[in-house]
T-cell receptor
Framework: SQTIHQWPATLVQPVGSPLSLECTVEGTSNPNLYWYRQAAGRGLQLLFYSVGIGQISSEVPQNLSASRPQDRQFILSSKKLLLSDSGFYLC??????????????FGPGTRLLVL | AQSVTQLGSHVSVSEGALVLLRCNYSSSVPPYLFWYVQYPNQGLQLLLKYTTGATLVKGINGFEAEFKKSETSFHLTKPSAHMSDAAEYFCAVSSGGYQKVTFGIGTKLQVIP
C-alpha cells in the first residue's frame, strides 16, 4: 500500500530564516505530487505541482519554491520566510496518467509558524 | 475553468440529527467530485467520490452524496450525526487539465450533545 510522509510535523521559524519541508511517498512510482497551503478561512491553496523529476509548476507567485530531486520526493523551500508564510502545509500525491478521476491522497501536514 | 462553492463555513447540528453540507461546482466539462474530511492538525482523508455511473455515492462513516447535474450540486449528507463527525469537510472538483483539483473553502461541522 502507498504511504505519504511529511516532516517536520511542526516548525517555528523567525522571519527571514530559510525553510525546507520534505515530503516522500512510498509504494508508488512516478506519482503526481502537490504542495498546498491551508490558512484559516481560506481553504486549500495549491502552491506547486509536479508531474515528474525536475518538473515543477507554480500556481501563485510567492516567496516559496519547490523541487523534486527524486521520483518520490518533493521539497518546499524558502530563502527568507515572511510572516504571511505561516500556515498548515499539505503534500499530496496522485496516480499519474490515469485520468482526472483519480483521488489525491494527503500527507499528515506540517504546521509552520513564522514569528 | 473549475470552481467549488461551499455554502456555510460553519454548520452546527445536534447529535442524532441529519447532517447536510452543501457544495456547488462549476465546470466546463463533466466533473469528477470529491468530499474530504479533516480532523484537527491532520491531513485530508477521502470520504467519497463521484466519477461516473450511479449519482448517489456512498462513502465511509455513513456519509453519502448525490451528484445532481441540473443543479450543479454535490451535497454531503448523513442521516444521524455522531460526536466523532465533528471535523472540517472539503468539497473538491476535478475536470481535467494540469492534473489539478480545486477545493472549496471548507465547512466546519460542530456536533452538539
Amino acid at each position: 500500500s502507498q504511504t505519504i510522509h511529511q516532516w517536520p510535523a511542526t516548525l517555528v521559524q523567525p522571519v527571514g530564516s530559510p525553510l525546507s519541508l520534505e515530503c516522500t511517498v512510498e509504494g508508488t512510482s512516478n506519482p503526481n505530487l502537490y504542495w498546498y497551503r491551508q490558512a484559516a478561512g481560506r481553504g486549500l491553496q495549491l502552491l506547486f505541482y509536479s508531474v515528474g523529476i525536475g518538473q515543477i509548476s507554480s500556481e501563485v507567485p510567492q516567496n516559496l519554491s519547490a523541487s523534486r530531486p527524486q521520483d518520490r520526493q518533493f521539497i518546499l523551500s524558502s530563502k527568507k520566510l515572511l510572516l504571511s508564510d505561516s500556515g498548515f502545509y499539505l503534500c499530496a500525491w496522485r496516480v499519474t496518467g490515469a485520468g482526472y478521476q483519480e483521488t489525491q491522497y494527503f500527507g499528515p501536514g506540517t504546521r509552520l509558524l513564522v514569528l | 475553468a473549475q470552481s467549488v462553492t461551499q455554502l456555510g463555513s460553519h454548520v452546527s447540528v445536534s447529535e442524532g440529527a441529519l447532517v447536510l453540507l452543501r457544495c456547488n461546482y462549476s465546470s466546463s466539462v463533466p466533473p469528477y467530485l470529491f468530499w474530504y474530511v479533516q480532523y484537527p492538525n491532520q491531513g485530508l482523508q477521502l470520504l467519497l467520490k463521484y466519477t461516473t455511473g450511479a449519482t448517489l455515492v456512498k462513502g465511509i462513516n455513513g456519509f453519502e452524496a448525490e451528484f445532481k447535474k441540473s443543479e450543479t450540486s454535490f451535497h454531503l449528507t448523513k442521516p444521524s450525526a455522531h460526536m466523532s463527525d465533528a471535523a472540517e469537510y472539503f468539497c473538491a472538483v476535478s475536470s481535467g487539465g494540469y492534473q489539478k483539483v480545486t477545493f472549496g473553502i471548507g465547512t466546519k461541522l460542530q456536533v452538539i450533545p
